[in-house]
């Protein structure tokens, strides 16, 4: 990889509405004072950056569950599944990965799977690393079943900043690990309700990259 694809990396088409509104107000903000203006060059880079969509390279190994978001683990602890995903209420080990604004914010798949449902849920916005974020803030949630027929939710949920959860996929889609399944603007938090029996080889305060650091492995009778 070169030096400039170090740092210049593609856009997610999300953004590109944003940075055009970021550098429309920062011409005029250079009208009014170059100060500003310097400092509106620096919100407009910073929302390109945001936005920024570099490829990933998931594990090539059957029965890995990565993560689906860049960030920092910020929970890791027993929890049932949102309600409306209609799975049982057996509480399952949940990992949360909590992303700032500087994090990229396109979400992954953490398993090859078939999505079963998919449920938006209208909610509040509280600060994203909180655990009661992830029963009153704004969600979108998603049920998988793997290709071992064990199944996976996996949770956007907005935060402090965030106020629009983008998903890109809808239910009978058969999605891959690591493929590209939503975003959501400007800071905010995925949960993964892992399988029964399934435990996170990650710990709390761990840096995560989405589609590629591994949380958990299926058991090897069951992986495939």
């Not at 080990?93 to 992954?108: A, E, G, I, Q």
């Not at 209208?122 to 998603?142: H, I, T």
Request: glycine share 8%; net charge neutral.
């Amino acid at each position: 990889m070169s030096m400039l694809g170090t740092f210049i990396k593609p856009m997610h088409p999300e953004g590109i509405k944003f940075v055009a509104i970021f550098a429309a107000v920062t011409v005029g903000l250079f009208l009014i004072t170059p100060l500003l203006g310097w400092i509106g060059v620096g919100l407009t880079i910073w929302c390109y950056y945001f936005f920024r969509d570099p490829e990933r390279f998931p594990p090539d190994r059957d029965g890995l569950i990565v993560s689906p978001a860049d960030g920092i683990v910020s929970l890791i602890e027993p929890a049932v599944p949102p309600a409306e995903l209609g799975m049982d209420d057996t509480a399952l080990t949940r990992v949360s990965v909590f992303m700032n604004v500087f994090n990229c914010h396109v979400n992954r798949t953490p398993i090859t799977g078939e999505i079963l449902a998919v449920s938006y849920r209208p909610g509040k916005f509280f600060n994203a690393s909180l655990d009661k974020a992830s029963v009153d803030n704004e969600r979108n949630s998603l049920r998988l079943r793997l290709t071992s027929g064990q199944e996976l939710a996996v949770v956007q949920i907005a935060g402090l900043v965030a106020r629009r959860i983008v998903c890109f996929v809808k239910t009978g889609d058969m999605l891959q690990t690591g493929e590209r399944f939503g975003l959501i603007r400007f800071g905010s938090r995925l949960d993964v309700y892992l399988p029964p029996g399934v435990k996170p080889l990650v710990s709390v305060g761990q840096t995560m990259v989405a589609g590629e650091t591994v949380l958990a492995q299926l058991a090897d009778e069951t992986a495939t």
